[in-house]
């Protein structure tokens, strides 16, 4: 059982705030199921999901991009939809399935996506690749992507600064639909 | 981001029961706006009373006298994807689909898109005066780099822009706000929801201390077969609008029955002009007439020094809507425009 805390962004708080903020909170146990097994941490409330299975859990293939809601690299699934870790609280998601980039594969078997990127190129540092992929499995269960245009929007929430996009996108496109679009 | 209690309300009544009106307690739902403020200090907060998990009947309901009410704790892509919402209202479909990305879409509630704060840079750099996040403190967009800021309904004190876009479709639909507090529930015409900035730009809205928003109500007429939705950015997903525009008709032939037009991206709430509206009655759907539409809506515009093209963009962007209001299926991604050689 681990008791995590932010310690981060102290400094930068005025003073006042931390004054009359209030004392002695307690950790509270979060229950969630990540990746298949059932899980208890404990957090403090402000601790985000991200922070949650990173620190906590050790599940660092989740990324820590902007930790804003802009990039898009922490993106994970709960329950069953494609979420930013960073922008919710890790308390928020009691009683929630998690699914991260390590939970995608099956056993020693790669999750297509995960093979697709490799056969695609559609990586250069990967920093973003957990994100995408994990995305990219939220967007083929939304059902809502056809062509390839509707893909590039439906993934905009994901960004890459190496300018891969184009063959994350030839991978998605590879595998959506059992691959009849490669 | 400093320390605060968090509590779990199983439903409405407890949710306002957790909000001690005169302490830094805030409710939480999706969390996408408020949870970033808290990190960077702008918003805070003494307790978080969570609001996910109230009970709600159906997150859509079809009402008797024609009104779809949307629950307020649904998310934004459960809306936009709502068979409902889009067979009826696509007005609003796409508009919240131009918005953020697919993930936060999956988190954000109608509730929380209607209460989320600016992007202003300034509001969000504490290092700098903002009469929005410390009355009194100054207004450095003023004079300073202004190009996303308001162009209409401005005040000495702040030039902001209300960031929504499902909230621009909402204004041209026109939308009923349901809330409730401490006193009991009322319902908010969307024009009367946001506010102006005037001397109390620290107040986005019209919500009383400790009131929640619980469903969105959609007037029995939908504009479902002539709409459209421009968002204008720069770049071409996942950007805040420069300028957006709500448009819908209802025709009659050739000519226009009923017309709606709402702007975002140029003030402090979705900004719509009756006059425009009234114009266009029993006018033909014209290049010519929806530009006359947009001198009316752009009256008393008032540029700062690097937002100026938006008076024009917005004018431009009004006839534009206007076109792709009459063809729907120049809407999809990647779609072209209609041509516009006619303009």
Redesign the interface.
Known sequence: MLIIS?HT?ME???PE??L????H?AP?TVTFTVNRIQTSVQV???V?LLDALRDALDLTGVKKGC???QC?AC?VLCDG????SC???A??KSGSEITTIEGVAESDQLHPLQQAFIDHDAFQCGYCTPGQIC?AI??MQ?G?AR????V???????LCRCGANTNIIDAIMAVKDGGTNA | ??????TRANSIEEAIDGIRVDSAAKY?AG??NL??L??Y?IE?A???V?V?HVEVFPDAEQMADGCLRLSAFMTN?DTA?HPLVEKKYPLLSEAILAG?????R??ATNGGNLLQRTRCYYFYDPAMPCNKREPGSGCPALNGYNRMMAILGTSSECIAVFPSDMCVALAALGAVVEVEGPSGQRHIPFSEFHRLPGRTPHLDNNLEAGEIITAICLPPEGFSRNYAYLKLRDR???AFALVSVALALEMDGECIREARIALGGVAHKPWRVPDAEDFLQGREATPGNFAAAADLILQGAQAFEHNGFKIELAKKAIVRAGKMALHPETH???AQPPSFENL
Not at chain 1, 20 to 23: F, G, L, T, V
Not at chain 1, 152 to 158: F, Q, R
Not at chain 2, 100 to 104: D, F, G, K, N, P
């Open positions: 932010r962004s930068t708080i005025n705030i931390r009359s903020a209030p004392e909170i509270s403090l409330p402000w985000s930790d804003h809601g898009g993106t939809k494609r979420i930013l922008l919710t609280l308390v928020m995305s939220g967007m939304e809502k062509t390839r245009a509707e590039k929007e439906l993934m905009s929430g994901n | 981001m400093h320390n605060f209690f968090y939480v969390g996408t949870i970033d808290l990190k200090n805070r003494d307790v978080l969570d996910n892509a994807y953020a990305s697919a993930q936060i999956n988190m071409n997903s996942y999809l991604p990647g």
